[in-house]
């Protein structure tokens, strides 16, 4: 799993809970390399924790994610 920093351009939330994407921090994330076409999106998976702070390498495999497009975030 490659794993990628991005910032997101919003404050996206996760529906159903209290977690909230904070666009002045920055995330890790995966691609979405099981979205059609994922490469001309640029869909990622960012990764988050259940309090909505950024995952960390280690947390990766229990995190949370939001499916976001290349409109959606920056790299960082």
Do not use: C, E
Request: aromatic share 8%.
């Amino acid at each position: 799993m490659d794993l990628i920093t991005v910032k997101p351009t919003q404050a996206f939330k996760l529906l159903g809970t209290g977690i909230v994407l904070d666009p002045k921090r920055v995330y890790l994330a995966v691609n979405a390399t099981n979205i059609p076409d994922w490469r001309a999106t640029r869909s990622v998976f960012l990764l988050v924790n259940g309090d909505g702070s950024p995952a960390s390498i280690q947390d990766a495999a229990t995190s949370h994610s939001f499916l976001l497009s290349g409109v959606d975030y920056t790299s960082a």
